[in-house]
T-cell receptor, first 116, second 112 residues
């Protein structure tokens, strides 16, 4: 089945220790997104890739970086995690709808990050 | 600016019907989505409306009025497994592609 996969599902890191979260997709979608979701809050878009073009949200801290080496994979790097970065990190993909309207975003299962 | 409002919590009875409302103010509107999210899991797509009117999909229906900035999700024949958070999300033009702006979600508790 075509899907969005995130690894690991649970990640524990120490304050200030860099961590990388990964996302892969078999949907062959050209757009990939990273969201941060804290408890009882809405998913917050951090950035997205349209093919190889990186689009950062204005309020995303510099501590968060992303890489997309190919169509299938996208990584979220947190350079120096703080306690406030503990959250669920969701990866999503979509096929850009050139005909107008928004195309559906499909989410991976998420990675729950704990910062000690 | 972007603003999406939906009730924080709702309670309903198994077998009943429940309507979850969503109002929005946004620029560059490009469709409205409803997602279901169980605790600790990723959001899953339920419905999409870009034109005014009702979209029906099994037990779930979604309605949109663009002039009023209003949508609702209707769940019929409620089941216990429908207990989840329901996220209203507005598609908006955002640079090179479309982005989703999410509401904070409505936590629905289905009781026996």
């Amino acid at each position: 089945d075509a899907m969005v996969i995130q690894n690991p599902r649970y990640q524990v890191t120490q304050f200030g220790k860099p961590v990388t979260l990964s996302c892969s997709q078999t949907l062959n979608h050209n757009v990939m997104y990273w969201y941060q979701q804290k408890s009882s809050q809405a998913p917050k878009l951090l950035f997205h890739y349209y093919d190889k073009d990186f689009n950062n949200e204005a309020d995303t801290p510099d501590n968060f970086q992303s890489r997309r080496p190919n169509t299938s994979f996208c990584f979220l790097d947190i350079r120096s995690p703080g306690l406030g970065d503990a959250a669920m990190y969701l990866c999503a993909t979509s096929r850009e709808n050139l005909g107008g309207g928004s195309d559906t975003q499909y989410f991976g299962p998420g990675t729950r990050l704990t910062v000690l | 600016g972007q603003n999406i409002d939906q009730p924080t919590e709702m309670t309903a009875t198994e077998g009943a019907i429940v309507q979850i409302n969503c109002t929005y103010q946004t620029s560059g509107f490009n469709g409205l989505f409803w997602y279901q999210q169980h605790a600790g899991e990723a959001p899953t797509f339920l419905s999409y409306n870009v034109l005014d009117g009702l979209e029906e999909k099994g037990r779930f229906s979604s309605f949109l009025s663009r002039s009023k900035g209003y949508s609702y999700l209707l769940l019929k024949e409620l089941q216990m497994k429908d207990s989840a958070s329901y996220l209203c999300a507005v598609g908006a033009y955002g640079g090179a592609t479309n982005k989703l702006i999410f509401g904070t979600g409505t936590l629905l508790a289905v009781q026996p």
